[in-house]
């Protein structure tokens, strides 16, 4: 690991020597393993599956962890890796722009340990160092709430040509889950509360068959699982955006991380022999972690998605099987589901830091130019409040198109 040292004066005035390492081999990430997993943090920062998407995914070239040792002893880290990869620059659904760039990606949940000010200043100063000393044309942190001390750094160490300044902050809710289904159901209007357990009710008497639920889990499940999910989810509108689920071997590495792992929750609901939708997430600590979620659209208007969901839910009120689950997480984005169901929410936003050489300041214009546009479309569609039937009609036309899209010709999301 290269290493640089310096002095770092805290707000107590109580100077404390700092040196910075950084793990560029697996090799070199495994003695930070202990204090790693001791932080604790979001699944997506956890070692195993960062050290399986480096091993795995073809665009990862290597970690690029950048640890920070106060006094001698690991105080805080910063996870990421380095990625030749397409960046994907889009106005609302469309993808204008696909440039290759050598990319610093920071995972969700990366710093973990000690994340104060003072701490995050220091970290993303070395993630600036980097760029200057030409190690990457841009490094990219994914989704900072953005009242944390990190995405304040984020903004205001790098000089202002590096400078991300059209960062768009967007939700992110979470369901803290009660010890009854009525609980979740109290969240919804009277209105929503009755139209959706009619919609239930008509599902579960649907002649096409009996409406039932299977949860796979097991590694042995997953060809089953994948099989019926993808059934689905090929004429979903994620499908036709190049997002979802897909049956891809990057899918399949993560989910069966997590099979390995004890994490992996599939759930699908199946009218008679025929799955009709899914809703696949990771089980991680006391988090449920929501990932991927889809339903058939011919069956649209008995809002199989929801009632999917909701039987969930209702498993993690009553610890079925004795799980503990204490909290749903939705993810990042917002969706009219999650604004019903949640009830805590925080706002993130993905950061740039470009590069001080020209292809970064071409990557910088590109992101300042597409934001802007997407900016100032979205206000005129929002004060003439047609977005929402927009969203439904591209949506609608995307499902379309999947259908004649097979899973291994769907681009992968950036």
Same mark, same amino acid.
């Given at each position: 690991m290269t290493q640089t040292e310096s002095a770092a004066t805290s707000r107590s005035a109580n100077t404390s020597k700092v040196k910075i390492l950084i793990a560029r081999t697996?090799?070199?990430?495994?003695?930070?393993?202990?204090?790693?997993?001791?932080?604790?943090?979001?699944?997506?920062?956890?070692?195993?599956?960062?050290?399986?998407?480096?091993?795995?995914?073809?665009?990862?070239?290597?970690?690029?962890?950048?640890a920070l040792y106060r006094n001698g002893e690991p105080d805080a880290i910063l996870i990421g890796r380095l990625e030749k990869k397409r960046i994907a620059f889009r106005i609302g659904y469309l993808t204008v722009f696909r440039p290759w760039a050598r990319t610093l990606n920071f995972v969700y949940g990366a710093?973990?340990?000690?994340?104060?000010?003072?701490?995050?200043?220091?970290? @993303?100063?070395?993630?600036?160092?980097?760029?200057?000393?030409?190690?990457?044309?841009?490094?990219?942190?994914?989704?900072?709430?953005?009242?944390?001390?990190?995405?304040?750094?984020?903004r205001t160490v790098p000089g202002f040509l590096s400078r991300d300044s059209h960062p768009v902050s967007q939700l992110h809710e979470l369901l803290e889950v009660p010890s009854s289904i009525d609980g979740v159901y109290h969240r919804?209007?009277?209105?929503?509360?009755?139209?959706?357990?009619?919609?239930?009710?008509?599902?579960?008497?649907?002649?096409?068959?009996?409406?039932?639920?299977?949860?796979y889990r097991e590694s042995t499940e997953m060809d089953r699982m994948f099989a019926d999910v993808e059934r689905v989810a090929k004429n979903t509108y994620q499908r036709g955006l190049g997002a979802g689920f897909s049956d891809t071997p990057k899918?399949?590495?993560?989910?069966?991380?997590?099979?390995?792992?004890?994490?992996?929750?599939a759930y699908v609901e199946y009218l008679g022999d025929r799955p009709i939708a899914f809703w696949i997430g990771m089980l991680y600590g006391d988090t449920f972690f929501g990932e991927y979620l889809g339903f058939d659209v011919e069956f649209?208007?008995?809002?199989?998605?929801?009632?999917?969901?909701?039987?969930?839910?209702?498993?993690?009120?009553?610890?079925?099987?004795?799980e503990d689950v204490k909290k749903l997480d939705f993810g990042p984005g917002h969706a009219e589901y999650k604004e019903a169901l949640s009830t805590q929410s925080w706002r993130e936003a993905a950061v740039y830091i470009f590069g001080p050489t020209v292809k970064g300041a071409f990557l910088r214009l590109v992101r300042m130019t597409t934001q802007?546009?997407?900016?100032?479309?979205?206000?005129?569609?929002?004060?003439?409040? @047609?977005?929402?039937?927009?969203?439904?009609?591209?949506?609608?036309?995307?499902?379309?198109?999947?259908?004649?899209?097979?899973?291994?010709?769907?681009?992968?999301?950036?």
């Open positions: 697996l090799d070199e990430v495994e003695p930070l393993r202990k204090a790693w997993t001791s932080w604790g943090g979001h699944r997506d920062s956890d070692i195993d599956v960062v050290l399986m998407i480096i091993g795995s995914y073809p665009e990862a070239i290597r970690p690029h962890v950048i710093l973990r340990g000690n994340a104060s000010s003072e701490n995050s200043e220091i970290l @993303i100063g070395e993630v600036v160092r980097c760029l200057k000393k030409d190690e990457a044309d841009v490094a990219f942190l994914e989704f900072v709430p953005v009242d944390s001390p990190l995405y304040e750094k984020a919804m209007s009277s209105k929503s509360r009755g139209e959706l357990r009619r919609k239930m009710r008509k599902l579960e008497a649907h002649p096409a068959g009996e409406l039932r639920i299977v949860c899918v399949r590495e993560r989910l069966g991380l997590a099979a390995r792992k004890g994490w992996l929750r649209r208007q008995f809002a199989p998605g929801m009632a999917l969901m909701m039987k969930g839910i209702e498993g993690f009120c009553t610890r079925v099987k004795g802007s546009i997407e900016q100032l479309a979205r206000k005129v569609l929002v004060s003439t409040a @047609i977005l929402p039937r927009l969203k439904r009609i591209w949506r609608d036309r995307l499902a379309k198109r999947s259908k004649s899209t097979p899973a291994e010709n769907v681009p992968t999301p950036d």
